[in-house]
RNA sequence: GGAACCAUCGCCAAGUUGGUAAGGCCGCAGCCUGCAAAGCUGCUAUUCGCCGGUUCGAGUCCGGCUGGUUCCUCCA
């Protein structure tokens, strides 16, 4: 496995720091509205990252936080009238539903802020213990980016750039301009706050997340965790602080490797509520299958950004269509071993710091040769047995082709309109056997009036929405 | 203003030690079909934003330019 390092810019060799297991942990989203495309590509990203390291063999342990105390929650409290709890529970819900649709795995562990509060107050205590940190006269918590001698090496942000400094709005307690909040204050009565030794108040963003890692994962001395993952502005400030927050408390690196996703943009624009282009995963629910979105949002390089748009989405679900029409062609049947040279080309691919191109390649080519090869013989059944196990693998490793292919072509369609479709095909079939090709096509309008596709095939009439 | 990344066929997109351009969508021709659809076969970039340089040889390395995006502030 070779993967690319955000804070090397280079590709690494990967070596877990404990032989055959791999630590993991992305940053998740804060829980105070709903997930947006963005969150289902970083999402994505990484589970593609645990399955291939699986696939490799490595007992994986993924960690994905969700943040639920933070400014935009509280706000969110006060605009509803809701508990912060009624607010994250919900949001946390309705983010891994939508993830599941879209086939994510299931995080081995989903920290969340308030479950870690006792962690992230000692580490606080730590770093002021150790002078890294300073209480100001209202009880905030700064972190002293000053006394962090490779505070910017994670972002190469240089350090002296006070002039640039001035657009950020900042306290005047603050001893550097780059100094962060580890611990906000309670500034009011109806504040959420909790207790904690410096004063009533609750966490900044960044602390958590250190926390919570040096909570679950124990490193080897030298490193908390192998792999640390999260979308490409998370780089900085949040990694940044997080990896000296840590460095600083515990005497280690944070992570060994470092790992960002790009953006989805909408129209060669980032995407955001300012621009007022956001587009919610549950709105794309609502319109494209869950399967497909995955195909789609995971066809390109997880570092590249990723450009939205209707075009390239159906060009996408082409191209899963395809599989899944091969394979209709090789049921009934069960599945025997995987083809070695198809998994190790699929293992290969992805083995390069996820390259899915390649990846989808491999399997284009498996789907050609294998469409040939039926088309010689049709029982061919080692082949049809080798195929079913091809495909299943695909499933274990990317997550798409595991459905059952009539299924897949008749999402979306009812038991009535079945019943009427098949209805028509057997009118249809019948007006064939006549030879009463105008009543056949007349027929064959109707149903694509309807949006569905039929083809005969040696086995009879199927169809598919189109 | 500072920094980073990207620029490959009509569209999407691979291309890590420089060695002579994967794959998909679209399109065209053919096979198959009553006709279609599906599937298969063949064709479709002497060329990789532009200009220089290094080299026997560069999409791949270096310099400059242009264009696009992002980060420097909450953000996947």
Redesign the pocket.
């Known amino acids: 496995m070779?993967i690319f390092d955000s804070v090397t810019?280079t590709?690494r060799p990967f070596e877990p720091i404990k032989e055959g297991e791999v630590s993991i942990y992305?940053?998740?989203?804060?829980v105070y509205?709903d997930?947006?495309?963005?969150?289902?590509?970083?999402?994505l990203?990484f589970d593609l990252l645990a399955r291939t390291l699986r696939a490799l063999g490595y007992k994986v342990t993924l960690a994905k936080n969700f943040?639920d105390i933070?400014?935009?929650i509280i706000k969110k409290v006060e605009a509803t009238g809701k508990s912060m709890q009624e607010i994250t529970a919900y949001y946390i819900d309705r983010y891994l539903e939508e993830m599941a649709q879209l086939g994510v795995q299931r995080a081995d562990i989903e920290p969340k802020a308030t479950e870690s509060l006792g962690a992230i107050e000692a580490m606080i205590q730590r770093l002021i213990d150790k002078g890294f940190a300073y209480v100001v006269s209202n009880g905030d918590v700064y972190f002293d980016t000053s006394k962090d001698p490779r505070y910017g090496e994670i972002?190469?942000?240089?350090h002296d750039?006070e002039?640039?400094?001035s657009?950020?709005?900042h306290n005047s307690e603050k001893r550097n301009?780059?100094d962060?909040a580890l611990w906000k204050a309670c500034k009011g009565e109806e504040d959420i706050c909790f207790d904690a030794p410096f004063a009533s108040g609750r966490p900044g963003?960044?602390i958590e997340c250190s926390a919570m890692i040096e909570k679950y994962f124990d490193g080897n001395g030298e490193y908390s965790i192998d792999i640390h993952?999260?979308?490409?502005?998370?780089?900085?400030?949040?990694h940044e602080n997080e990896a000296a927050q840590s460095r600083c408390a515990t005497g280690h690196e944070l992570a060994k490797y470092w790992m960002?996703?790009?953006?989805?943009?909408i129209d060669?624009?980032?995407?955001?509520k300012?621009?007022g282009n956001?587009f919610f995963l549950k709105d794309a629910l609502k319109v494209y299958d869950g399967e497909i979105l995955r195909y789609y949002l995971n066809?390109?390089?997880y570092?590249?950004?990723?450009?939205f748009?209707e075009?390239?989405l159906?060009?996408?679900k082409?191209?899963l269509?395809?599989l899944y029409?091969?394979k209709?062609?090789l049921l009934p049947g069960k599945a025997s071993a995987v083809n070695p040279a198809f998994k190790k080309a699929l293992l290969?691919?992805m083995s390069?710091?996820l390259?899915?191109?390649?990846a989808?390649?491999?399997?284009?080519?498996m789907?050609?040769?294998?469409?040939?090869k039926?088309?010689?013989n049709p029982k061919n059944k080692a082949l049809k047995k080798e195929t079913l196990a091809n495909l299943a693998f695909i499933d274990t490793l990317l997550g798409f082709g595991g459905k059952e292919p009539y299924s897949y072509f008749q999402i979306g369609v009812d038991e009535t309109l079945k019943e009427q479709i098949e209805a028509l095909i057997a009118k249809?079939t019948e007006?064939?056997k006549a030879?009463d090709?105008?009543a056949?096509?007349a027929i064959?309008d109707e149903l694509t009036q309807m949006g569905i596709?039929?083809?005969?095939?040696p086995e009879g009439?199927?169809w598919?929405r189109a």
């Not at 992305?26 to 804060?30: A, E, I, K, R």
């Not at 390259?355 to 390649?358: G, L």
């Not at 989808?360 to 080519?365: Q, T």
């Open positions: 070779v810019k590709k992305v940053c998740g989203p804060t509205d997930a947006h495309l963005g969150h289902a590509r970083s999402s990203a943040t933070d400014d935009k972002s190469h942000k240089v750039e002039e640039n400094l657009r950020v709005a301009p780059k962060f963003w960044h993952g999260g979308g490409a502005d998370l780089l900085f400030p949040h960002h996703n790009g953006f989805v943009q060669g624009e980032k995407m955001s300012s621009l956001s066809s390109v390089h570092r590249n950004d990723f450009n748009n075009e390239d159906l060009a996408a082409k191209r269509d395809k029409r091969l209709k062609r290969d691919a390069d710091d390259n899915i191109s390649v989808l390649s491999v399997i284009d080519e789907v050609a040769a294998a469409n040939e039926l088309d010689e249809r007006a064939k030879k090709f105008a056949a096509d064959r596709a039929i083809m005969d095939t009439t199927v598919e």
